[in-house]
């Protein structure tokens, strides 16, 4: 079978993303080059432009993620975390990232090409209290009490805060979720896990 057929079979012929069965065509994921199942996605036109940066991200449009964060095929998990931090400045968008399950390996995969124009943009590097450099979906540990301003909560030391975010005009800053809280924590008192 031909790679279109492959998608189309996967896809149960409709957009992976948002699912409209209208004008689809293949969306290859960088940095690979070869076309193929496992690094390809089946997309509309409205998905595609705006994945490829030919029209803006409409948030809007993108609500969609809510449903297809939940496929249990790589490639499109891996676009589905792209968009999603592409737009976590919308808020909602912040939300799905911390329910969405995903490997490892390919949440390493969905990294690629992504942390390096975030940090040549903004020029800045968020390092852990080690030095080691934090990345956008990491998880750190606290190492020591945290009192949390304008609220009685206090995030104790060695509490795991899974995926966090990165505040992007301030490299001593990361967001995460403590007790079902998001906070802003000073990075000087994380350690990488």
Known sequence: MSLDQDLMQRASSSCELCGSKENLEIYNLP??????????ILC??????????????DPNHWRCLNDSM???DKPVQVVVWRLLNALKNEGWPQ??????????EVLEYAKQGVNKTEETTTGLVHRDSNGVQIESG??????KDL???????????????RRVSLVHDNEEQIEGKVDGQQIV????FVKKM
């Open 95 to 104: 939300d799905l990232l911390d329910m969405m399950y995903i490997e490892d």
């Open 138 to 143: 990491d998880n750190v540990v606290l190492i």
């Open 147 to 161: 009192p949390v301003k304008g609220s009685s909560m206090v995030a104790k030391r060695g509490t795991a805060v």
């Open 70 to 72: 939940w496929s249990t």
């Open 44 to 57: 509309c036109e409205t998905c595609h432009l705006q994945i490829t940066g030919e029209q803006e991200l």
């Open 31 to 40: 940095p690979q080059n070869a076309a193929s199942i496992e690094n390809s």
């Open 185 to 188: 924590i000073l990075t000087k």
